[in-house]
């Protein structure tokens, strides 16, 4: 039972992908977007995910096996943030570099941006195996169950905007619409390779897990401040976005009261 629901949950999110890639490869050059309650409701999923299923399972096994735990959970964090920090800055000065080109980009330089959309897309599978491992790790929890479902709700919400705007840059420097199409499922595929892996590696590295659950916890928080909430924001008249990460947040949180 755990297992199919496991194979579902990880499966959602590539198949969002899948699906906004595909309307950006069928459709316009418009932006593709998704509305801004769905947006916000993924960043408050992500916000509480960070803390309720990641740092605070962090801490609770880190004091089993490394003492207190601080030094590990802190640096597992910051390792996470610090690195989807750095593939952001690096995606920028590549866009940066694009714009600088009047004549177009024909060569290596839209693969570089595929493969740094796919590094990108690794901790976000790392997490979302790594929530539905502690769910099969021992007897069936609801409570497990659900975060680690609506954990796979909230990437695969904001997997639809990011894949199809992966296949209308790639489509802005040149590349054919069949080619980007392809290397937008490439770059989504990367997502449930990371999250299969993850779950069997569990026990092999089950020491390590404070140290990954914090990691885990800094790319869901730095993809949260940085690319959600921004987009939240430009609904400045209704304010839907805003709505949205509360109702993310406060179902997340009854979630891990009351069950």
């Known amino acids: 039972m755990v297992w199919m629901i496991a194979v579902a949950g990880i499966g959602l999110p590539f198949l969002l992908a899948l699906l906004g890639g595909f309307c950006a490869f069928a459709g316009s050059r418009q932006k593709t977007e998704s509305p801004r309650f769905f947006l916000g409701l993924s960043a408050g999923v992500m916000l509480s995910t960070s803390v309720w299923s990641l740092l605070l399972p962090a801490i609770e096994r880190g004091e089993g096996l490394w003492g207190n735990g601080v030094l590990p959970i802190s640096l597992g964090f910051l390792v996470g943030f610090l690195i989807l920090r750095g593939i ?8 940066r570099r694009g714009a600088e080109q009047a004549s177009g980009v ?6 570089l941006l595929v493969f740094a959309m796919a590094l990108h897309n690794i901790p976000e599978g790392i997490t979302l195996g790594l929530a539905f491992t502690l769910v099969g790790g021992g007897e069936i929890d609801p409570a497990g169950i659900g975060t680690a479902v609506l954990l796979s709700v909230g990437i695969a919400i904001q997997n639809f905007p990011e894949t199809a ?14 080619r980007a199409f392809v ?18 590696l569990a026990k092999p590295i089950e020491p390590f897990l404070p140290f990954l659950l914090a990691y885990a916890a800094g790319t869901m928080i730095h993809v949260t401040v940085e690319e959600l909430i921004p987009s939240v924001q430009r609904d400045t008249r209704y304010h839907m976005g805003t709505l949205g990460i509360l109702c993310g947040f406060l179902l997340m949180m009854l979630l891990d009261i009351i069950l």
Do not use: H, N, W, Y
Request: proline content about 4%; overall charge neutral.
């Open 165 to 178: 705007a992966v296949v209308l840059a790639l489509m802005e420097k040149g590349v054919t619409r069949k």
């Open 183 to 200: 290397c937008s499922i490439v770059t989504a595929l990367v997502e449930p390779a990371a999250a299969v892996l993850s779950v069997f």
């Open 88 to 95: 952001d800055l690096a995606m920028a000065a590549l866009s």
């Open 106 to 111: 024909t060569g290596s330089q839209p693969f």
